[in-house]
């Protein structure tokens, strides 16, 4: 046995499924996951001393590679000061004005200690700020484990065919829809019928729990003017794309405003950060200005603070955007190359830094149903086959893959290599 199974089957006893978040315990792939012991620049080790070249970065914050000497100097140096004050810090403000000045869209910005604080306390913004209970999400995205988003949800949510919570009250679901994703037509229907009672919509702006489905074009901009028209908040979920996608997100990239955003994963640097901003007109009705409460004890801690701002001034230098979506764009033409040349069916997507790869024989992956017509057992011998040859993928078909800047030739050749003999034998 590895020392990964047996930690695995030691950690079983003591921990639901042995991973403190689901998606970790290899469920879907088979097989015990690996158990990391050290992580540098793009590569994962684990505790039988294999090194994989790392496509999950901690699940998107590793835009910068494992272990980089700034964002570690600057933990470091925190340290000496102490760990946590429950009171206000200067490097907040820092980070509140650098995030305010890379994203196009926010005035005002508060920190969380996770993506799913982040998306639960902007929806619960929006509906105070209009004063509406209902709340609109697409299928196939997850926005985190709260109640009112754990419906028809993706990643783990759909990972493990658990499309809604048992323990999600039927009352709180109720006041959740949930429309296809890509589908404007749906959007306008639903908001012609219903908008005055419609208090958000909430979208990833680049899907990437149901693996990685970029938007139409048509999609977000067509979603800014109809809740333009309806008073609606639109909320870009950002915790994956923002940052990586672009500098300034999906927003950016796609030059459409929200009128809030959520964030986590890079703006954390690796530690537990998320955070959401926006609007200062809506942004004002947040505890202590406003009357829609908000809070958190490690909220801003100064660790974390420390490593978030380190990591987003080292990303903002220019050119580091374009480096890392032509590293992950060659990265897929020669995945797509070799699975051409082994003639397996086979398609990508990209956008910026983060992809998908779908055993497919479709043109396109546009729609949930494009994704759920993927092959799955295909992906998890794919996964595995790669995993032999030193190559670690999330281990999902539903989750999307995250390059770092420190991707480089010898892990692009790692990867390629590894890719041309899994193709063969998946014949
Ligand atoms: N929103 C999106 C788009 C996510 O991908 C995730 C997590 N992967 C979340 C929210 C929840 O973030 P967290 O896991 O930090 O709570």
Redesign the pocket.
Known sequence: MSRSEILFSNAQKHIPGGVN?PVRAFKSVGGAPLFIKHAKGAYVIDEDDKRYVDYVGS??PMILGHGHPDVLDAVRRQLDHGLSFGAPTAMETEMAELVCSIVPSMDMVRMVS??????MSAIRLARGYTGRDTIIKFEG?????SDSLLVKAG?GALTFGVPSSPGVPAAFAQHTLTLPYNDIEAVRETLAKAGKDIACIIV?PVA??MNCVPPVPGFLEGLRELCTEHGVVLIF?E??TGFRVALGGAQAHYGVTPDLS?F??IVGGGMPV?AFGGKREIMECISPLGPVYQAGTLSGNPLAMAAGLTTLKLISRPGFHAELTDYTSRLLQGLQDRADAATIPFVTTQAGGMFGLYFSGADAIQTFGDVMACDVERFNRFFHLMLDGGVYLAPSAYEAGFTSIVHGEAELKITLDAAEKAFAQLK
Do not use: L, Q, R
């Not at 996770?114 to 998306?119: F, L, P, Q």
């Not at 995205?141 to 484990?145: K, R």
């Open positions: 978040s699940w998107g996770s993506g799913t604080e982040a998306t995205c997850y926005h985190g484990h990643s990833e990437g729990n979920d915790v994956m959520t986590g994963k998320g």
